[in-house]
């Protein structure tokens, strides 16, 4: 599978991962993070795991003992998140990235808006990013201290749904729009020192589309998703994007919202109710 990467910093390219680092990856216990975890332990990375459920990080941390690191959090809890790291006795000096995998999907069914659902999305999907960016801050920027010759990165996993509105993403959407800006604007204020990259991947085979009554195209195996993005980790990406043919058809829509929103969003949302 192909991958659409968008820009690369003009002298922030990194050079190819030789050497080993020391990730934080949250929401490693299932789908995309699990396969991603997996990978960078194959390449001899260290992971630090994170999830609410303990018991399936350790079992995932069992493939690679000494490399998959279990740090159980719930990434929506501002106080358990300011503490994280303090459960472990020896808690890591330095991030060379954090990877933002974390994340619930809810649907709403206008017109009842949900208000609970709404802000356990965002809490999960926008707050759950804030508060991890937190806690990583220093520890990537101790890692640029350490080597002033590599840049540390924040890699967020978006979506594609953020592009333009969709039926029922009234919560799920949203909040992958607001952490889309987030990181977008992170990546302003930290562009000499850190690297943001936004992923906004399509459909991909997990544990959570596998709720999705609807047609989903071009979708890929969370193996296929893992691989693209450790494909490009190291490279300084602005973003992103796969498939590459849900990536085109989607901009299509942004250029041509009389049509999307007039026709096909109304089709594609009578198709999810009738699902
Ligand atoms: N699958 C897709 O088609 C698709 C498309 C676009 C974007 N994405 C994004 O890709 C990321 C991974 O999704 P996935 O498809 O791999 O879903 P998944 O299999 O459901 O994995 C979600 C992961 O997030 C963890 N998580 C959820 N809420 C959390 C919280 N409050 N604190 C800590 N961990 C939490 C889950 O573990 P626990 O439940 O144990 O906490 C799990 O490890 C998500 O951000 C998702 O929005 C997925």
């Known amino acids: 599978m192909e991958c659409v ?34 990978l960078l332990a194959r390449q001899g990375h260290t992971v630090y795991v994170s999830a609410r459920s303990l ?39 330095w991030l060379d990235g954090i990877i933002l995998g974390a994340g619930i999907c809810e649907y709403i069914d206008v017109p009842a808006l949900d208000g609970g659902s709404m802000r356990r999305v965002m809490d999960a999907n ?24 590599r840049k540390p990165e924040i ?26 800006y987030f990181l977008q604007s992170l990546r302003c204020d930290l562009q ?12 991909v085979a997990t544990p959570m589309t596998a709720q999705n009554d609807f047609n989903m195209p071009f979708m890929v195996s969370a193996t296929q998703a893992a691989r693209c993005i450790a494909d490009n980790m190291g490279k300084a990406k602005l973003s992103i994007h ?11 829509a942004t250029w041509l919202p009389g049509l999307w929103y007039g026709r096909i969003a109304i089709l594609l949302g009578r198709r999810d109710k009738a699902g």
């Open 192 to 203: 000499n020192e850190i690297a943001v990259t936004v992923v906004y991947p399509g459909f």
């Open 55 to 93: 018991p399936a990080l350790q079992a995932l941390a069992a493939n690679y003992p000494q490399l998959l690191l279990p740090l159980a959090c719930d990434v929506s809890n501002d106080q358990q998140m300011e503490q994280v790291f303090d459960c472990l006795s020896e808690p890591p000096l």
């Open 126 to 149: 926008y707050f759950g990013v804030v508060n991890a960016c937190r806690v990583a801050l220093p520890l990537l920027q101790a890692a640029r201290m350490r080597d002033p010759s």
């Open 242 to 252: 796969f498939p590459w043919q849900l990536h085109l058809l989607l901009k299509l």
């Open 5 to 38: 990467q968008e820009g690369t910093i003009a002298g922030m390219a990194t050079p190819a991962m030789t050497a080993t680092r020391q990730y934080w990856l949250t929401g490693a216990s299932s789908g995309i993070g699990r396969e991603l975890a997996l």
């Open 155 to 180: 890699i967020g996993i978006g979506s594609m749904s953020s592009y333009t509105g969709f039926a029922r993403a009234e919560a799920y959407g949203s909040s992958k729009a607001a952490m889309s």
